[in-house]
């Protein structure tokens, strides 16, 4: 297995700013918008995002929730690996707002096409927008696109792209793994 480095911290942290701003730039106030980080690796990008948003940009609170697609899979049926759940947690309406689901990374799209059915138990947001750190190209199975993306990233099938968190994994980075 080689693991060839995509993007150091710096380079990660460079790219949270231009995320945020560009989240201000839409959203000012963040008066009716909600971040929604896909669970388990959108999360940290989600509460980073937040964290940011909220200390260096000054923005008032914003609305944060995890949503947990599992069950919402296409695949999740065909699996052999017994599958883990993780939390969802929405505790607030998402009803007339402006929900922006938060990734790692887009590859297929299934994941986003699951979390775009898994939301609707929570209400008929107004509209819905994606941003991922990670938009590996010409990958789609679906007609899902990013509204913001930190990095686009070919890679071939047989590659993967990790993306690693302080909180999680140490360091900031995003990496190449190809077996
Ligand atoms: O666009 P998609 O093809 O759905 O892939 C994107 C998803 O893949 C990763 O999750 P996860 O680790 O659960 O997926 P993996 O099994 O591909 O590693 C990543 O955190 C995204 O949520
Ligand atoms: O390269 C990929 C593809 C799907 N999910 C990931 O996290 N990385």
Known sequence: MTQKVLLNSKEVNIILHRLACQ???KHLDFK???LVGIQPRGTFLAER???MLENE???PEIQLG???ITF???D???TDKPLEANKTKINFIVENKKVIFIDDVLFTGRSIRAALTAIQSFGRPSEIELLVLIDRRFSRNL???PDYRGRQVDAINGEKVKVNWKENDDEDGVYLITN
Do not use: A, C, G, V
Request: cysteine-free.
């Open 23 to 25: 989240l201000i730039e």
């Open 32 to 34: 009716d918008t909600i």
């Open 49 to 51: 995002l937040k964290e």
């Open 57 to 59: 940009y000054q923005t």
């Open 66 to 68: 995890y949503l947990d």
């Open 72 to 74: 919402f899979r296409d």
């Open 76 to 78: 999740f049926r065909r």
């Open 143 to 145: 007609p899902i696109q």
